[in-house]
């Protein structure tokens, strides 16, 4: 099954860019969906992004849909979260998780995760 690793989180100013990765060492990459999944702190988990096992669907909470982009390199095993003029109510815990069924994937259900990457935005 998949085995998540993610990267690139970091201190920001409000306007910056971060990119996030995350890297997969199972052995079956191109049959899971992925998505980017943020937890603020006191806040609920919050579906940032999700992308498709072709890369060529991908679903975009309201309030990231212009500023983030989600991809993935099947060759890579990595699927990535460019994201853009960043603000301090990005800040959070963002989470990398796969899943093999697009409906669960959509609704944020996901039964592999990584252990995180801390995104830290100052105003």
């Known amino acids: 099954q998949a085995q998540l690793v993610e990267s690139g989180g970091g201190l920001v100013q409000s306007g910056g860019s971060l990119r996030l990765s995350c890297v997969d060492s199972?052995?079956?990459?191109?049959?899971?969906?992925y998505a980017w999944i943020r937890q603020a702190p006191g806040k609920d988990r919050e579906l940032v992004a999700v992308?498709?096992?072709?890369?060529?669907?991908?679903v975009y909470a309201d309030d990231v849909r212009d500023r983030f982009t989600i991809s993935r390199d099947n060759a890579k095993s990595t699927v990535y979260l460019q994201m853009y003029l960043l603000k301090p109510d990005d800040t959070g815990v963002y989470f990398c998780a796969a899943e093999t069924d697009w409906s669960r994937a959509v609704e944020g259900i996901f039964g592999i995760w990584g252990q995180g990457t801390q995104v830290t935005v100052s105003s």
């Open positions: 992308v498709d096992w072709s890369g060529g669907n991908t």
């Open positions: 199972g052995s079956w990459f191109s049959k899971y969906n």
